[in-house]
């Protein structure tokens, strides 16, 4: 058998002890799923599909809501939602029609809806896209699901007992018992919360109505800074204080299943709720429209509102606020309790 060829070096061995050695390049090990490459396909891909948006150009479905009519590609539709893809592939009028109906929906929501299979994002008077799609389209479909089971933010109460149970096996191992190398510069840890508005904006970017929403949103922002702390809050939460597209939106992707959207939507969700409930005079009846329209198995999405009102129910003009809700969902006002007496048994 021929020997290795190779001088003065052996065929490189696996390593026996649990420890990545270091890059033989000096850099850090990167996840494949995050690399630039990865990032640069998926959002060329979007970006092709995108301009396939509304047109008749190769459409081959029409989806009909209200008396609106938005052409489709079941190519596009059909691969990430299993309700259309079952429409249009069995024995259903829609698979012989090419046409769907959808009569209980919103025209408007089924329209970001679309957008959402087409481009990987929404838009909304909130958030800005910068043109690209968002970080839930781009996961795999098993973090997804991981990622939904969690309620966005929910990590930020953990009791201290709960996070360093690991410490007392001591430095010289991790938390599964592998060795450490003291050499080898881990990555960072990721933060336990949505990540998709803080996609960077790309200065070299042609798209002019990026940039002009920028200015806009720059400009905005710079007039609430120079307002009190009150008048600034309230600026603020007239801002985001759409709270209701993001709601009905998770709820439409659960419906027609896209997982991706669900987890883009419930974090958009938190993120507009988060900062305005208090101001918003609106919140009352978002929780009332949550309750009505979530199993009482989604408890991820549910938790968001229970955590927040939880932390400040021992305020009476939230008490006050929140009254009406809470009387009518019974499991809202357990949900809100219960964080309420986990709080006070942190401190």
């Given at each position: 058998?021929?020997?290795?060829?190779?001088?003065?070096?052996?065929m490189p061995q696996a390593p026996h002890?649990?420890?990545r050695p270091p890059s033989s390049t000096g850099s850090r090990y990167r996840d494949d799923d995050h690399s630039d490459i990865d990032d640069f396909c998926g959002i060329s891909i979007h970006a092709a599909l995108s301009t396939l948006l509304g047109s008749d150009?190769?459409?081959?479905?029409?989806?009909?809501?209200?008396?609106?009519?938005?052409?489709?590609?079941?190519?596009?539709?059909?691969?990430?939602s299993?309700?259309?893809?079952?429409?249009?592939?069995?024995?259903?009028?829609?698979a012989t029609s090419r046409v769907v109906e959808l009569p209980e929906d919103d025209p408007d929501v089924v329209e970001r809806f679309?957008?959402?299979?087409?481009?990987?994002?929404?838009s909304d008077d909130v958030n800005s896209t910068w043109g690209k799609p968002s970080t839930a389209a781009m996961l795999d479909p098993t973090t997804v699901q991981q990622n939904l089971q969690v309620p966005p933010g929910v990590y930020q109460n953990?009791?201290?007992?709960?996070?360093g149970e690991s410490t007392e096996q001591g430095e010289s191992t991790d938390e599964i018992g592998h060795d450490i190398d003291p050499d080898y510069e881990y990555p960072e840890e990721e933060e336990k919360e949505p990540e998709e508005e803080y996609t960077e904006f790309d200065e070299n970017s042609d798209n002019e109505n990026t940039r002009d929403d920028k200015n806009e949103r720059?400009?905005?922002?710079?007039?609430?800074?120079?307002?009190?702390?009150?008048?600034?809050?309230q600026q603020l939460a007239d801002l985001r204080n759409d709270m209701t597209l993001p709601l009905r939106l998770y709820v439409m992707a659960d419906k027609y299943d896209v997982p991706a959207l669900r987890l883009l939507a419930r974090d958009r969700f938190y993120r507009s709720v988060e900062l305005v409930w208090e101001e918003a005079e609106?919140?009352?009846?978002?929780?009332?429209?949550?309750?009505?329209?979530t199993p009482p198995t989604d408890t991820a999405m549910r938790e968001i509102v229970c955590r927040l009102v939880g932390t400040l129910i021992l305020d009476p003009s939230v008490r006050q606020k929140m009254r009406p809700v809470m009387a009518k969902h019974g499991d809202f006002a357990v949900g809100v309790m219960e964080y309420a007496i986990h709080l006070r048994s942190l401190w």
């Open positions: 058998m021929a020997q290795n060829q190779a001088t003065g070096s052996e002890n649990g420890i150009k190769f459409s081959d479905m029409t989806i009909v809501c209200g008396e609106r009519e938005f052409k489709a590609h079941r190519a596009v539709v059909c691969t990430q299993s309700f259309f893809d079952k429409a249009m592939s069995s024995n259903f009028k829609e679309l957008e959402f299979l087409y481009t990987g994002t929404y953990t009791p201290e007992s709960e996070q720059a400009k905005a922002m710079e007039d609430i800074s120079l307002l009190t702390k009150t008048e600034a809050m609106c919140f009352p009846e978002i929780v009332d429209e949550l309750y009505q329209t």
